[in-house]
């Protein structure tokens, strides 16, 4: 039986841009905002409502209508992949023009970070997502792996794009080697260049490459009143449903699920201390959220 509309979980997805450009023959000048496919469908695929949370401000802004708005409205926010972070945006100087990245982008996405945590909605961050979560807490990154990491791996190779996989090992007694129990190592795509340096304070690593070492997985460390927020630095709605060759994307979207399920009914409240109605409650949106898995 399909769910019924008020069942449905509301995620917000931040949005990617394309700045206005005098030489583009489609759209002439005009700035764009967009998502990419695959992601949506991936929260999709759990029968959650997607919504693009735009940025409210620009030349052609009108309104009154703000980032805190859709933090309240939506039950949780998946922060996109796309362009490099700005280095000023944690404390550098862009140590060659191409890792310049996209500041314009970087204030809109630590804005859209600082309104869905203040309403304590749960956050996702996926590769340039989890950079940009670090960043906002404080965190650092490697401008470039390959030329800043002793012995880094090649993370992104431009031919072979999402067909580009390493390993990562998981750190044990983390929060995703219980969502994976048994498994010590996984195989993941890798699509980016930059990478956590100094970790946010605050925050614990789930998974690492290997075998160098960059933090693949972060999450916020568990306390008192604190939402939820993590992250990875591959792409899971990049795995082919099925596919034993990759890691199972399932159990990191049902776990950020059951967080928004949660903070619908019991917002601020951490889930294994909220009272027993809420826990059935939570339990029952997350059933019907994840039907068309």
């Known amino acids: 039986m399909p769910q019924p509309v008020s069942a449905r979980l509301k995620i917000g997805l931040s949005a990617c841009f394309q700045h206005a450009d005098p030489d583009r023959s489609l759209f002439t000048n ?9 992601i949506a469908h991936w929260l999709m ?47 550098e100087v862009p140590l060659k023009e191409a890792w310049a990245g996209d500041r314009i982008r970087d204030l809109y996405d630590l804005a859209v970070v600082e309104a869905f ?61 219980r969502l ?30 290997l075998p160098d070492e960059v933090p693949e997985a972060i999450r916020r460390k568990p306390e008192q009143g604190r939402s939820y927020i993590a992250a990875t630095q591959w792409h899971p709605e990049f795995h082919r449903y099925g596919n034993p060759e990759t890691v199972d994307d399932t159990p990191i979207l049902n776990d950020f699920l059951w967080a928004c399920a949660t903070a619908r009914v019991s917002p601020r409240g951490p889930f294994r201390r909220a009272p027993g109605k809420f826990r059935d409650r939570a339990a029952r949106l997350l059933r019907q959220a994840l039907l068309r898995r």
Not at 31 to 38: A, I
């Open 30 to 38: 005009k700035t764009l905002q967009y998502v990419e496919q695959s």
């Open 45 to 91: 695929s759990a029968g959650a409502m997607v919504v693009m949370v735009p940025c409210p401000t620009g030349e052609t802004a009108r309104g009154d209508t703000k980032l805190s708005h859709y933090a309240e409205w939506l039950d949780g926010v998946v922060m996109h992949g796309g362009a490099d972070v700005w280095p000023g945006s944690y404390g």
């Open 117 to 177: 945590e203040q309403a304590g909605k749960p956050i996702f961050g996926v590769c340039r997502g989890l950079q940009l979560i670090n960043v906002a807490f404080g965190g650092t990154l490697y401008q470039d792996i390959e030329a800043q990491h002793p012995q880094g791996l090649r993370h992104r190779d431009p031919v072979a794009y999402d067909q580009n996989f390493h390993q990562v090992a998981i750190r044990p007694g983390s929060r995703l080697s």
């Open 180 to 209: 994976y129990p048994g498994l010590d190592t996984a195989r993941v795509n890798s699509i980016h260049h930059q990478g956590v340096k100094d970790l946010a304070p605050g925050f614990e690593v789930d998974a690492w490459s």
